[in-house]
């Protein structure tokens, strides 16, 4: 015998369920899209820390070589200063044997400490500092870090190889270089590793070439020629030197402002 069960409709929901079905579900979406966005802003700010206390790793670098540099170029823009006043009005002959063992041929040049720096940039990890004046702040430090490189390692640079020293070879003779770089080996005896026959050739000729040294004697005109290079060397050199005081001036405020704590 068959049992018939009796058929009940399907229950039909109300508009109003079916709403609130949709506004659980849009709620959910939107809490979850809201929760995520939080999580990445938290993930970005973290990162931004990471960035910018890296980057301040590379400022301070470049400001301990600015501290020295500064004190280095700051002695040789006086001695060059004092060399071109003195030879712009010497009435007499110099002595080449005492100015070839006083004359600063070394060059400091400074170069930009940016690793940090082009990786946040080829990375695209600059959006991550959202503080607008922290940003503006390092893109400007980096503009002016760049431009104190440039004129230390290309102006300067070019200055000192295309005029300063082929200016000078003009006018010194042979024995004016080998003289000053003896008495250069004998302060630093590391050289002697790198050119080991120089001091034995030297010893061998040393009479001969202090000999042709002490009867160069320079004219007038060819020392009042040293006063203007004198004065176009420490010219390019206070350049540098500009742009290496103003730069360390401002990575001591960028440190400051990337360190204060939001």
Avoid: C
């Avoid at 980096?142 to 200055?159: D, K, P, V």
């Avoid at 000053?180 to 590793?193: A, Q, S, W």
């Avoid at 420490?234 to 730069?247: A, D, I, K, P, Y």
């Amino acid at each position: 015998m068959e049992v018939h069960h009796p058929h009940h409709p399907s229950h039909k929901k109300k508009w109003s369920e079916y709403m609130l079905e949709f506004a659980m579900l849009f709620l959910a979406v939107s809490m979850g899209f809201v929760a995520e966005n939080v999580r990445e802003k938290y993930v970005e700010k973290e990162r931004s820390e990471e960035l910018i206390q890296a980057f301040i790793i590379d400022v301070k670098a470049n400001q301990k070589q600015l501290d020295s540099l500064i004190i280095k170029n700051q002695i040789s823009s006086n001695y060059f200063d004092s060399l071109s006043i003195n030879h712009a009005i010497v009435d007499h002959s110099i002595n080449l044997v005492d100015l070839s063992k006083s004359l600063d041929f070394w060059m400091y040049r400074f170069i930009n400490r940016k690793t940090i720096f082009e990786q946040m940039k080829s990375s695209g990890a600059l959006r991550y500092i959202q503080n607008k004046e922290k940003l503006k702040a390092i893109l400007q430090y980096e503009e002016h870090a760049n431009l104190a490189e440039s004129r230390s390692m290309e102006t300067e640079t070019h200055q000192y190889f295309d005029q300063f020293r082929p200016s000078l070879e003009k006018i010194f003779p042979p024995s004016f270089y080998v003289i000053r770089e003896v008495d250069t080996f004998n302060v630093n005896r590391t050289n002697l590793e790198v050119y080991p026959g120089l001091m034995k050739n030297y010893l061998l000729n040393k009479n001969e070439l202090k000999k042709q040294l002490d009867n160069t004697k320079l004219s007038i005109d060819q020392i009042r020629e040293l006063s203007k290079i004198w004065f176009h060397r420490n010219e390019r050199l206070q350049t540098s030197l500009m742009s290496q005081l103003g730069l360390r001036a401002e990575s001591k405020q960028l440190i400051v402002l990337l360190e204060h704590k939001e």
